[in-house]
């Protein structure tokens, strides 16, 4: 069992950056993959990163976030440079023991309950 708390977001401007914390229950947590979600309003929720020993990115949006995991610390953080308006969602964590498929929501078992990023123009 894998409990996920996710902090770090708020409001800021466009061009501002954010750094995302999901932070781990559990003491397997480096058994588990860490993937990163968001879902803006009105819109399905979509595939922002994941990382088990290697970083992956959704990629429409590769160059601006970064993913990585503090295995020590029970805890993955994704950050966000030059930040846009349509950056605006609900992003969530989730972890999964399996390997593949990491871009697909279907593939987790746990999730955080979201935290929300604004950024205004």
């Known amino acids: 069992q894998v409990q996920l708390v996710e902090s770090g977001g708020g409001s800021a401007q466009a061009g501002a950056s954010l750094r995302l914390s999901c932070a781990a229950s559990g003491r397997t947590f480096n058994n588990y993959a860490v993937g990163w979600f968001r879902q803006a309003p009105g819109k399905e929720r979509e595939f922002v990163a994941a990382?088990?020993?290697?970083?992956y990115y959704a990629n429409a949006l590769k160059g601006r976030f970064t993913l990585s995991r503090d295995n020590a610390q029970n805890a993955v953080y994704l950050q966000i440079n030059s930040l846009q308006p349509e950056d605006t969602a609900v992003y969530y964590c989730?972890?999964?023991?399996?390997?593949?498929?990491?871009?697909?929501?279907?593939?987790?078992?746990?999730w955080g309950q979201g935290t929300q990023v604004t950024v205004s123009s």
């Open positions: 989730a972890a999964t023991t399996q390997r593949n498929g990491l871009g697909s929501e279907s593939t987790y078992d746990y």
């Open positions: 990382v088990f020993r290697d970083a």
